[in-house]
């Protein structure tokens, strides 16, 4: 969620930090800098998930399984 701001209001933030040190304020710059830039989301591909499932039955081993855990609800 964000959080907008009047004008008015980012007057009086500028009025109170620009008391503040030249260090502090590079400092605060950069965090701003840093929180409005868009992260890079990995990418998930496709061939990255070949092998993440491990068993040591066959397909119609766990086919026969997954029929036989089946609940008939009539």
Request: hydrophobic fraction near 35%; proline fraction near 1%.
């Given at each position: 969620?964000?959080?907008?701001?009047?004008?008015?209001?980012?007057?009086?933030?500028?009025?109170?930090l620009s008391r503040l040190?030249?260090?502090?304020?590079?400092?605060?710059?950069?965090?701003?800098?840093?929180?409005?830039?868009e992260k890079e989301k990995p990418k998930v591909r496709i061939r990255d998930l070949y092998g993440a499932w491990e068993d040591s039955r066959d397909s119609d081993e766990i086919i026969k399984e997954i029929r036989e855990s089946r609940v008939d609800k009539n």
């Amino acid at each position: 969620m964000s959080l907008i701001l009047t004008n008015e209001t980012i007057d009086k933030y500028f009025a109170f930090l620009s008391r503040l040190d030249n260090r502090s304020k590079k400092k605060l710059i950069i965090k701003l800098i840093e929180s409005i830039e868009e992260k890079e989301k990995p990418k998930v591909r496709i061939r990255d998930l070949y092998g993440a499932w491990e068993d040591s039955r066959d397909s119609d081993e766990i086919i026969k399984e997954i029929r036989e855990s089946r609940v008939d609800k009539n």
